[in-house]
């Protein structure tokens, strides 16, 4: 067997991190995304896991969670903790989604191009799916004045074109 | 040059003088002005020419109703043709053309439509120019439309940017008049979150022209005040320039705020139009009322405007209406403008009062004609006199301006956008909005003839109602006012006899009172029949000022109340919008999304030509050098696959986690086949049945652990079926134990097909894929390169060959397929697209949703062994019972070939008998797919055709109506490569 060389390439490779006086687009590392699935109580629990694990959560549904991270894990972590906790499904979503990182004192004005979310009553912690102009997007308030974007692979090209569309005027 | 601008006075910043054009003259106006109060002021009272007799117009109004001043701005590809030079602001080198005039406006020959007009009157176009009857299409339709019309749009791109946006408020007011800005205050007073809207560059509406005082400042004073409030507050936004179009589902309004139509060329960044969707809990529609035209001959003179737009141009814009003025008025506002012209220093000369006494005093110099109205205008292009009728004489007063006052209409059109018609109020002599709108209430002049206190009074208590609805508290707001004159009711004056010019009704589409007589005479009385008989109301300002005088006289001619005749339909937008804020950003490469497989870059690199389906971009085939048409390609890729080895990218194939310890009886369920008993590490070919017995989708399925499965979808219907699985396991069975997810961007994904694809991959692959340890149907996951990756590896076939399809995560997607390509090229691989793809599975009768089109069974297409006859049940069993679907008369899957194989035939072309004429009912079928094999060296179909495997062998003709096509041909299995059946096994 020929010795390959296996190279990554992020989907949004070719794009660099834009950083206006009142908004500011990056995209995130494609580190860990885990989609995991359960009857709504397990699912409601399962926030300590992640945390022990050092991941974010980020809310998909009554059933169903997002556990991000910026660095990847080991081959051997999901059927570790698919094997200690069977009461849940866990969907290894790493290279499937795309984080991307919008922020500034702007930024709910760019995002308001984009969704149809009341962001004045989207609170930090809040979470959910919605359209960014055409594109269904996983939207999570990080911070008063940041968002993480959540989009699938595919998209992630198109929807980093669009916000940049959107935040020409704040740059 | 009777109009001029005033040394003193207005709101215009007299400091800035902006040079304008119009038809190629130079002009200037001031920062402020309107094109149209400043072509006023430059003495420019011809403006327009008319839709239909090409009569000269000039300015009526000095709003969004104007339907004279119509005109093309800008230049190139900023050409924006039929602007209301009424509401477009002034720019220092605005570019303004008139329109629908040969060679000039002053002297237009189209003029000679007016001679001709007693063949152009109501309904023209259904009994004169009949005949011969073929002329209508040649000779006279093409002589009207070029002598009729507006602007023209330029053929040019548009170079500006448009976008949308969302905003949220507890509540809209629409309107910033005296009534908006007083429910506005108290709303945001109160803790509301208030969005007011106004279609003005500066908020005040009618304030704005007023010289009444509230709380002791001036009318523009007290605007100031307030909307220094407003932007204090937090929870306040303010939209002006931005016209609120439409109420819709939801309570959502959309809004066009023209954020750089007032620059001659837009900031960069900016766009100059965006469409706001505005989600509001409650709206106020504070519009205000309409002032109605009055309808006597030559009332389109230009030099006649309406009062309340006269005041405007006074009072805001310091413009004097002429130097000899008269005022033709049916109620007090009249007196109001007297007032205000005698003040600025302007010869009035008459007032014409329709009515036996006024109500408010008056001690001006002009002469008061009391119980008279005004029968004529004349003047042509300048108003030059007007004859008056008074007590049964007549007199005629030389003018150069008149203001007419006939009365107001509330504005409702945004509360009868969901479906409300509106009520014809006696007591208000109006149509009025419907009771109980949910989400929407009206305040002031929109909702109720009242004086200034009373819209200020009526616009907050409506807000107060609202913010105690929505649990808050607040005061009422009141004002004193001074120097008002409005309020009061009066009785219309729908019809003036005596006119001897024409009287028009409908100034943009040239609909007078004679047409709408007309219309009633020859039964065309009703509102909708009328509407389209004389075309009124139907031009680009929507009978904002027409509708009401033209339902009045209607009722008139029927001998009814106008609450008999009722309205047409109001319908969004209420003023025109363009298509560039509809779009949006989606233009150009934002049109919309591009889904991009994660083998995209490798593709490029591979010279790939791609394919757009759906969103995404599929590569259809890759081109090699010394080719020279895509069949070329097309050809070589499908010819080495089945010699050598293709990778083809199958990423965008649909893909779906499906767990839980109930996900085997789930499968059951959806699938007509079953799946229950599908062994750990094996593959299934499913086929999905929609209610009604017909095939939704297909796929294969494999079991990668007990209570583990991954499904594979076709590449259209990969959103379908996951929010399908989504409603089955939502709604259908909630007491299973399922988990869906969409894991179709996880996976990179390749098929390898051909009889060296084994070969080839096991370069890569860590264990032994030997037949024995990996069948036909396998599938696991699998160890690539050393341990480096892991991946899923299935043994299925799509082109009949010895295949697999390996799913890598899909960041080392490009990484696996280069050394795919590097290991496969001793034994040369090729990349093959969607086109050889093609080519591959027809060749082999495997079907696509060509022929999964939403018509077919299962048995139709020769799968009828995949109906259990065993499982309890499955989505689509009790309807694929159904007679109709074992119906032996049904079109059936069968395979096509030309007779000739030089000559090709088209998917949709339709199967005849032989000799049987080309006719609906010797319809035999219909071609599903068709392609080029290059193995059979024949065009190839598949087709659904009556009782088709029953006629392998028959002769038939493929028939396109279309193209003109006969194709003589032969009916077939639609296998057409048998000896190599055995590949995938092998």
Redesign the interface.
Known sequence: ???????????LAGVTAINGARIRLTPLP?GTVL?V???PAEVGKSGEIADKYGFSVRKNGP?DRFWVADQPVS?GFLPEISAQWPEL?V???????VRIAIEGDAVE?VL??G????L??FEVGSATTTLI???ATHITRIAPDRFELMV????A???W??LE??I??F? | MTSYRLSKGGQIDRATTLPFTFDGRSFNGHGGDTLASALLANGQQLVARSFKYHRPRGILTAGAAEPNALMTIGTGGRTEPNTRATVQELYAGLEARSQNRWPSLSFDIGAVNGLLSPFLNAGFYYKTFMWPASFWEKVYEPLIRRAAGLGKATNEADPD?Y??????CDLLVVGSGPTGLAAALTAARSGL?VVLADEQPAFGGSLLSDTAALDGLAATEYVARCVDELRSLPNVKLLSRTTVIGWYDSNVFGAVERVQKHVAVPA???PVERLW?I?AKHAILATGAEERPLVFGGNDTPGIMLAGAMRTYLNRFGVAPGRKVAIFTINDTGYALARDLEKAGVDLVAIIDSRLQSSVPYAGKARVLRNAVVTDAKGGQALSSIQIKQDGRFQSIDVDALAVAGGFSPIIHLACHRGGKPVWSDEQSAFLAPDNLNGLSLAGAAARTGNLADCVAHGSTEALAIATQLGKSGEAISVQVEGDLSGRVEKPLWSIPDNSGKAFVDYQNDVTRRDLDLAAQEGFGHVEMAKRYTTNGMATDQGKLSNINAIALLAEARGVSPAQVGTTTFRPFYTPVSFGALTG??KG??F???????LH?WAVRNSATFIETG??YRSAWFARQGETTWRDSVDREVLNTRINAGLCDVS?LGKI?I??KDAATFLDRVYSNGFAKLPVGKARYGLMLRDDGMIYDDGTTSRLAED?YFMTTTTAYAAGVMSHLEFCSQALWPDL?V???S?????AQMSLAGPKARTILQ??VDEDIADESFGFLAAREVSL??G???GLMFRISFSGELAYELAV????????AD?LM??GEPHGICAYGVEALNVLRMEKGFITHAEIDGTVTPADLGLAKMVSATKPDFIGKQMLKREGLSDPLRPRLAGLLPLDPTQGFRAGSHILSKDAAATLENDQGYVTSNAWSPHLQSTIGLALIIRGPERHGEEVVVWNGLYNEFTPGRICDPVFLHAADEKPHA
Request: glycine fraction near 10%.
């Open positions: 067997m020929p010795d390959f060389q296996l190279h990554h390439r992020a989907a494609e989609q699935l359960g009857a059933a081959s499904s969907v290894d979503q790493s290279h499937g989604r004005d308001a191009k969704t149809g979310i009341d004045a009553n102009g055409h594109i699938l692979r595919g998209f090209e198109s929807l074109h669009d569309t959107m020409r005027e740059i | 940017a976008e949308k946006a969302w905003a949220h979150r960069s960044g900016q969707r989600a950003a989606a490469k934002h919309q999304p591009i889904r991009k497989s994660p870059n969103l995404w965008m986690e767990s839980g583990r134990d988990r869906l997810a894991v179709t961007d996880q996976w370069d890569i390169f050393g480096k990756l892991r995560p899909a960041g080392y997607g490009e990484s696996v050394a590097q290991v």
